[in-house]
Nanobody, 124 residues
């Protein structure tokens, strides 16, 4: 079992930055690929970024590529999402997720464990 807790969300003006963190506990963190997803009420959960267990591979949604960076610190059991040049359309609840494997997973249904989510609001 893996427990995930996100933090770092908040309200920011367009063009600003936020860094989300997701702390994991329960099992060997490096054995798990991690992903970030976001969701707006009434819409499907959307892939944002993902990183392999070792941290050697990553993938991004086209809407965030060049603005967001996913990284992980396996010694601290934490994955991060650095979000720069934020836009109002980035407003959503952001979730981190985990699945066992040293791959990059981009589909939400491939993940086994989810955090509770953290709200990100970008004002124009």
């Amino acid at each position: 079992q893996v427990q995930l807790v996100e933090s770092g969300g908040g309200l920011v003006q367009a063009g600003g930055s936020l860094r989300l963190s997701c702390a994991a506990s329960g099992r060997t963190f490096s054995a798990y690929a991690m992903g970030w997803f976001r969701q707006i009420p009434g819409k499907e959960r959307e892939f944002v970024a993902a990183i392999s267990g070792s941290g050697g591979s990553a993938n991004y949604a086209s809407s965030v590529k060049g603005r967001f960076t996913i990284s992980r610190d396996n010694a601290k059991n934490t994955v991060y999402l650095q979000m720069n040049s934020l836009k109002p359309e980035d407003t959503a609840v952001y979730y981190c997720a985990a699945v066992e494997g040293d791959y990059v997973f981009v589909q939400w249904h491939e993940y086994d464990y989810w955090g509770q989510g953290t709200q990100v609001t970008v004002s124009s």
